[in-house]
């Protein structure tokens, strides 16, 4: 079977200067394919060149294995639809009449439509949820809704091919699962291809097949998001300062580049909501003891944190016991994250009753009913607080010092 498309040695770019090289594409019936990268990296004007609105400098773009420059634009229009960025003033149509447009590639030079013509809007409109808008003005409707009705036109063309560009651009977060669905529903169900850009890492990465990393003028990498997405390919994509990618967890973590004042307890996803938040307060910190395989780690690692690491399903060491209790010393402030306790982590529970020992200031999100069963006699001495708001009304910003 052949490729739906396909570009071999493809380089895009405008009068003769290229923007982007080797750009190779091969795409089967029902892959969802993304385009991945910064503003400017040349998205767009791959776009345009897959779709023939623009020619190649040098290569070829094949549909069905027929170069795109050979197809009459009235066969292509019944092989591919395209959804593009810019904003077109449709007046006071109805969101049918826009849909409908769709299907004129299928219609009489007259452009009139068919009861089956009629079915198919129809049925595109209920495929995207958008059948309740049918007799809606098009301007009375939220973005969201618009690119539901642009997908909607798209789709009565019943290409075998629907290229968008940046479709989730604009929208709040709801919207963006429901373009994204549609998209991956159309491919699964209707065997339909989709190419389309994005500047959503998280959605491209958990919701398309394939990805194409695209970072100044050439294809960085393609693959299955779980080929190319590796430590550091996103941070380097983006050249993101201030702030690390975390590729396990699809997230993007703000760090402090403060040193360690607070030393924190966590374990078994505690930790995460603590970490996030005392680092928004402005305080580096300092984390322990986590296991590899533990969430916490992870986030801690992305916030910038001092981590003391055990291994995966280990009883915490007396060494890493004792770098930790050496960390802790020199902190301001201790948190007890509430952790779950196990033979693997009961160590960290020593850590607290040594840092009251230390005379710090430990605070704890453990419910008080369960703070003299973990902690015995040294629980009176523990300020014990309901979530880490009430933590940080307490302490003061003290910034420039620790270990």
């Not at 503003?39 to 609105?53: A, C």
């Not at 009861?115 to 409707?141: H, P, Q, W």
């Not at 910038?304 to 930790?324: G, L, M, Q």
Request: net charge neutral.
């Amino acid at each position: 079977m052949k490729p739906v498309i396909f570009t071999a040695n493809l380089n895009v770019g405008y009068d003769k200067k290229v923007v982007v090289e080797q750009v190779n594409i091969c795409a089967n019936r029902g892959e969802l394919i993304c385009l991945l990268g910064p503003n400017g990296s040349g998205k767009s004007t791959i776009l345009r060149t897959l779709t023939g609105l623009q020619p190649p400098v040098t290569g070829r773009v094949e549909i069905n294995g027929m170069d795109i420059a050979t197809i009459k634009k009235a066969e292509l229009a019944k092989k591919m639809a395209i959804v593009l960025t810019e904003q077109v003033s449709l007046g006071l149509l109805t969101v049918f009449e826009i849909a409908s447009m769709g299907r004129y590639p299928h219609t009489n030079f007259l452009g009139k439509l068919s009861k089956e013509d009629e079915s198919i809007v129809d049925e595109a409109l209920d495929l995207v949820d958008a059948g309740t808008l049918k007799n809606r003005y098009y301007f009375e409707l939220s973005d969201g809704e618009k690119q539901k009705v642009m997908i909607a036109r798209a789709l009565v063309q019943e290409p075998e091919l629907i290229v968008l560009d940046e479709p989730t651009s604009h929208l709040d977060v709801r919207h963006k699962v429901e373009v994204i669905s549609i998209l991956r529903k159309l491919c699964l169900e209707k065997g339909i291809t989709v190419v389309l850009s994005l500047h959503d890492i998280d959605i491209a990465i958990k919701g398309c097949q394939k990805i194409l990393l695209i970072e100044k003028g050439k294809v960085k990498a393609q693959g299955t998001p779980e080929e190319i997405i590796k430590t550091g390919t996103i941070q380097n994509l983006y050249s993101i300062e201030g702030a690390n990618y975390n590729e396990l967890l699809g997230c993007l973590e703000f760090c402090s580049p403060v040193l360690p004042e607070v030393f924190i307890t966590g374990g078994n996803g505690t930790g995460t909501g603590v970490y996030r938040a005392v680092s928004r307060a402005g305080f580096g910190m300092c984390c322990g003891v986590l296991h590899s395989n533990d969430i916490d780690l992870h986030v801690a690692k992305a916030l910038n944190c001092d981590v003391i690491e055990e291994d995966s399903f280990s009883r915490i060491s007396e060494k890493h016991y004792a770098d930790a209790a050496a960390k802790m010393a020199k902190m301001h402030y201790v948190i007890d994250t509430g952790f779950p306790v196990g033979k693997t982590n009961e160590h960290n529970l020593d850590l607290i009753i040594d840092a009251l020992k230390m005379g710090k200031t430990v605070f704890s999100l453990t419910a008080q009913s369960e703070l003299k069963g973990r902690f015995g006699d040294w629980s009176e001495k523990i300020k014990c607080c309901k979530n880490p708001a009430e933590i940080l009304k307490i302490i003061p910003p003290q910034t420039g010092s620790g270990c």
